[in-house]
């Protein structure tokens, strides 16, 4: 493979913990000035992965390089990366400017150019007007903004960035993430940033990396992965699908009929695929892509009987679990068209068997 085409190169990597292992075989390839996001529940071996890249943990095997480069057994001073970490781990008695300072310092940096690229790293994440003040002083996102122009005033080509917004709230996580996706098209860098929470990664993500287990399950746009999650788990991590098993029972030309273990028969569009009748099958619906009605049933669309067992409202948007005689589905509602939904009610759970996703597990 050519290393030096990307910015990080993730080869064969395991690493164990005792009896444990947290990354198995491990490997991804990761472009220049991308944003690449790390997704995956906690124990994923997400923050094993990244304190990989940046030489805190040594891998048992494999090797890591940057920018073609082996670093495999460099310490993390000598890597080319800067990481930022959840708990800010500002210095508490420096001030801001010293906080930002301290690693151009150690560096022997002239107090002129220190001042410089302070100024210049402290105006990108705009905390220019709070250079004397103490962490003390400083809200979390303000401190979070510290510790990130900290790592940025290295110009590293490579940010990693673990769980950095876990500990803000809800509203500042969402301004922060805008933030940081707009500081990285404007620096052009890398940023590698681990996150358990989809939203955050498909909000931020040019490329979103799904792990569990210790193992990558899928690599692709936020998009590609929304569309075709390559398993059931991805399918339900990535926006929380209704994950149905099943058996082929019927083939007519493009479309399948599946019985569905949730007590009922569903059609999918299986153009493209090689599927045979009699196969074991595992499908997935969102919640979003389905929708209910009393009794009509509109062109271009197929239905499965159910009666109301629950709805909750969420904001913009209603929830309503389905039952549907051996199982349950959920069906997401926009506010506007649950209106008529109540408790006990019959209805038909309509879907179009082009959006049923088939899942390769
Ligand atoms: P994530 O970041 O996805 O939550 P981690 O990479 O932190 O997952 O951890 C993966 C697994 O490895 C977890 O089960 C965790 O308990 C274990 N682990 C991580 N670091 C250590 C360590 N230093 N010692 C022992 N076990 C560890």
Redesign the pocket.
């Given at each position: 493979m050519n290393t030096s085409s990307y910015s990080v190169v993730v080869d064969n990597v395991s690493k164990r913990?005792?009896d444990?292992i947290?990354l198995d075989r491990v490997s991804l390839s990761i472009e220049k000035g991308k944003f690449i996001v790390i997704l995956?529940p906690?124990?994923?071996?997400?923050?094993?992965?990244l304190k990989i890249i940046a030489g805190f943990e040594k891998p048992d095997s494999g090797k890591v390089y940057l920018e073609g480069e082996d670093v495999t057994n460099k310490p993390p001073y000598k890597r080319n990366v800067n990481t930022v970490f959840q708990n800010y781990a500002l210095f508490p008695h420096m001030t801001v400017f010293d906080n930002v300072a301290f690693g151009l310092r150690m560096k022997g940096y002239s107090r002129d150019e220190i001042a410089r690229k302070v100024k210049w790293a402290l105006d990108l994440v705009n905390m220019g007007s709070h250079i004397n003040k103490y962490p003390t002083q400083l809200s979390g996102g303000e401190q979070q903004r510290v510790a990130l122009a900290r790592a940025l005033v290295n110009e590293p080509p490579v940010l990693l960035l673990d769980e950095p917004l876990g500990q803000l709230d809800l509203k500042l996580r969402r301004r922060m993430q805008r933030e940081l996706k707009d500081l990285q098209r404007k620096l052009g860098s890398t940023f590698i940033h681990?996150t358990h929470d989809q939203e955050e990664a498909m909000s931020m993500a040019d490329i979103i990396v799904v792990?569990n287990r210790g193992k990558i399950l899928q690599v692709g746009t936020p998009e590609e992965i929304y569309e075709n999650p390559s398993s059931g788990f991805v399918a339900d991590f990535i926006g929380e699908a209704n994950i149905l098993k099943g058996v082929v029972r019927d083939i007519d030309r493009n479309s399948i009929t599946i019985e569905t273990d949730r007590g009922f028969s569903i059609r999918a569009d299986s153009s493209g695929k090689d599927i045979d009748v009699g196969s074991n099958i595992i499908i997935a619906i969102r919640p979003e892509e389905l929708m209910l009605s009393r009794s009509e049933v509109p062109e271009g669309y197929r239905h499965i009987d159910g009666v109301v067992r629950d709805y909750i409202f969420m904001g913009s948007f209603v929830d309503c679990y389905i039952d549907t005689g051996s199982g349950e589905l959920r069906v997401r509602l926009p506010k506007g068209e649950a209106f008529w939904i109540e408790r006990r009610a019959r209805v038909k759970v309509l879907y179009r068997p082009d959006r049923v996703r088939i899942l390769s597990q």
């Open positions: 913990f005792r444990h947290a995956g906690s124990g994923a071996g997400k923050s094993t992965l681990v792990m």
